[in-house]
């Protein structure tokens, strides 16, 4: 079903990086269609957020009720709130673009993506079914739940590393381990990890199974080198293993890097049409009509903060874009 009224701008994705953008759009009186599948993003399962800047402390249940709160007080009739459906296409029509849900169609002149991105999942048997029962992605907000507890932690960048030295401080052993026979983190930092007696490396192992009735209990991996499988105990595994953004519904019509990011001038958060070949960095008159912001670009650091002043900076663009046409 096509609703019929053609947007400003259509925003997909509710949390921080959206949800910033939709209460700037309602301010700038821009007609917007806002799709998300839930509010609050990914540090909903968090239990405790204390950078959030403003708020001392609070969890991401909070954080996602707040966001929505905000929104939905602001968006009055400019603002048209599609909360619970899923984008499956973006696609270029005319002037515009139509966005394609699980419930309907939307024309709009301009689109902004903030859909974030999901945790790499551990490829073992199990994994889904002990996910949040020992299986985490997130030292900062379920370290202390591990305390007294040998761990383990899978990766070899530098997530993996700082997840080691945060457990450090409440776990009697935490073993890395990695895939490959080298660590990609900074050397500061495995070199502090590694110096910790608490700290153990099992390296060429790929994991095949995590262990548990309700709880994790135990790891197998199997030892490249030698083909033999091994067990190992443990009642907690932080998953390290890098994220996967949410872009594939516009990758016919922007620039990705290889990891699934959409390729953004930092200075305006715009992005690039897939079919040109200039950066999108003072690409003016080229401009896509695709502005993207937070965790689903290629900006460097990623946290609610920067994927809110990411969107903000976007809707500046935007709207300079629209009413300058
Ligand atoms: C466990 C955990 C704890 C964290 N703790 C902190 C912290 O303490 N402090 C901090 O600053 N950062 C923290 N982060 C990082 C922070 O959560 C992210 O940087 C931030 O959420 C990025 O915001 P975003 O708006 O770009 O995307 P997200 O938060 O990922 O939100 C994306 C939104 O888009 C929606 N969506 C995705 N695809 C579609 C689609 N196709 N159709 C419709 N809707 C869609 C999702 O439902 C979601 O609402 C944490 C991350 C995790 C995983």
Redesign the pocket.
Known sequence: MLCGMFYDLAI???????VAAGVYAARKKLKTVF?????????N??T?????IGTVRLD?VELAKNLEAHLRVYAADTVDIRAG????RVEKVGSGFRVT?DAGAYDSRSILV??????RKLPAKGADRLEHRGIT??A??DGPVFAGKNVAVVGGGNAAFETVAQLLAYCPSVTIIHRGDTFRADEIIIERVLANPKTHVIKNADITEVKGEKFVQAIVYKDKATGTEKELAVEGVFVEIGSVP?TD?VKEIVKRTEYGQIVTDPKTQRASPVNNGASPVNNGASASGVWA????TDGLY??????AGD?VKALEDIYLYLHGK
Request: hydrophobic content about 35%; some cysteine; charged content about 10%.
């Open positions: 997909i994705g509710g949390g921080p990086a959206g799709i998300t599948k839930d509010f609050g993003g990914q540090s399962v968090s405790g957020i204390e950078n959030w991401g459906e899923w984008v499956a849900t903030a859909t974030g991105s999901s945790r992605y997130c900062s907000c949410a519904f912001a937070g965790d689903c990623h946290q609610n903060n920067i994927a969107a």
